[in-house]
């Protein structure tokens, strides 16, 4: 059990780590490249909420995984109780930016009259992303941690 729990909250969050690089390095650089303004809005429109989902869903399984870890362990060590908090913050994170995406996209259609709140919210949402990048990379450095320290 300690294994596949560790497994899975592995691949959870690797899983979603990547796809955050690959989103921000790969993705949406290219796509205002590649696509019209019109084409690179209908697209992007349709991937956020997919991508906050996928978030929320990887989120959820790392915790699972976690938590079902407790009661296999003697004591808690900082590396399982780091990467919970991690955890619960890739979630809420994830929550927010899925509720900030129809607020992004109602001040872009406002056009140049909410253009400041517009830059205001890509902003707040392009932050959560970097943090949340960080968060995550800072739960696998804890989750490998933990491997090192149960499966050893």
Same mark, same amino acid.
């Given at each position: ?7 899975? $909250?592995? /691949? $959870?969050?690797?899983? %979603?780590?990547?796809?955050? /690089?690959? !989103?921000?390095?790969? *993705?949406?650089?290219?796509?205002f490249r590649v696509l019209s303004q019109q084409g690179a809005s209908v697209f992007l429109r349709s991937l956020f909420p997919r991508y906050y #989902? ?7 399984? *790392?915790?699972?995984?976690? @938590?079902? *870890?407790?009661? !296999? ?6 590396? @399982?109780? %780091? ?14 930016? *899925? ?7 109602? $001040? #872009? ?6 253009? #400041? #709140?517009?830059? $205001? ?24 941690? !933990?491997?090192?320290?149960? !499966?050893?």
């Amino acid at each position: 059990m300690t294994e596949i729990s560790l497994y899975s $909250a592995l /691949i $959870a969050s690797s899983t %979603w780590f990547g796809a955050m /690089i690959f !989103l921000s390095a790969v *993705l949406a650089p290219m796509v205002f490249r590649v696509l019209s303004q019109q084409g690179a809005s209908v697209f992007l429109r349709s991937l956020f909420p997919r991508y906050y #989902k996928l978030g929320i869903g990887c989120g959820v399984i *790392l915790h699972l995984a976690l @938590l079902s *870890l407790i009661p !296999l362990t003697e004591q808690l060590s900082a590396a @399982l109780l %780091w990467s919970m908090l991690g955890s619960i913050t890739i979630l809420l994170l994830s929550i927010y930016s *899925l509720v900030l995406v129809p607020r992004i996209n109602e $001040a #872009k259609d406002a056009g140049n009259s909410m253009k #400041k #709140k517009f830059d $205001a919210l890509h902003l707040r949402s392009v932050i959560i992303n970097v943090f949340n990048i960080l968060v995550t990379l800072f739960v696998l450095i804890n989750l490998t941690i !933990l491997f090192s320290e149960t !499966l050893a």
